[in-house]
């Protein structure tokens, strides 16, 4: 993969966290910890995308005439 070089500025406070998580040996360094709240981010959205596109197609298929008990029961023969 081609990695590009990026410059960035944080607060003080910002890179002593950094700083921290990278101590910890969670990360390697700070260029891991940064690669790694992108990939989440990244995450976060493509879940976020998918939750909104359920969201829309619930919506577009109408009311249902399913009642609750019938719905509970429809799940609770999935889990088993």
């Known amino acids: 993969m081609v990695m590009t070089r990026k410059t960035i500025t944080i607060p003080e406070p910002m890179d002593a966290w950094v700083k921290a998580q990278v101590d910890g040996g969670r990360y390697g360094n700070d260029s891991e910890y940064f690669r790694d709240l992108i990939r989440r981010d990244q995450d976060r959205r493509l879940a976020e995308h998918q939750l909104r596109s359920l969201v829309d197609e619930g919506r577009e298929s109408g009311e249902s005439d399913d009642k609750i008990p019938e719905i509970k029961q429809r ?3 999935r889990l088993r």
């Open 75 to 77: 799940i609770q023969a």
